[in-house]
């Protein structure tokens, strides 16, 4: 099961990569609940979670808008994800939308 989350920043902040930074400087200190995995790409990123099944796939997107391609069998990686997002850049993000 696929849902499609769009994250817009506040006046077209690059966000993004202030996110993948924030994975890995949360990874390099402690075991975070997010981690990279497989081939570097500019743009994109994979990442899965410590105990949710599946993976989530972000890419940089027209106007720094974020979109993150979240498969999973259950709520719970998508929740999981919102959540990272609001508690790390909740004051640089405009919009979150999700379609399912």
């Given at each position: 099961?696929?849902?499609?989350?769009?994250?817009t920043p506040l006046d077209r902040k690059?966000?993004?990569?202030a996110m993948v930074k924030k994975e890995a400087e949360i990874r390099k200190?402690?075991?975070?609940a997010f981690s990279r995995v497989g081939t570097k790409t500019a743009n994109k990123?994979?990442?899965?979670?410590?105990?949710?099944?599946?993976?989530?796939?972000l890419e940089r997107g027209r106007s720094e808008i974020v979109t993150a391609k979240v498969r999973s069998p259950d709520w719970q990686?998508?929740?999981?994800?919102v959540g990272w997002v609001d508690r790390h850049f909740?004051?640089?993000?405009?919009?979150?939308?999700i379609q399912f």
């Open positions: 099961m696929m849902k499609l989350v769009q994250i690059p966000l993004y990569g200190r402690r075991a975070g990123a994979k990442w899965k979670h410590v105990r949710f099944k599946g993976w989530i796939t990686l998508l929740a999981a994800f909740g004051d640089q993000v405009e919009a979150v939308t």
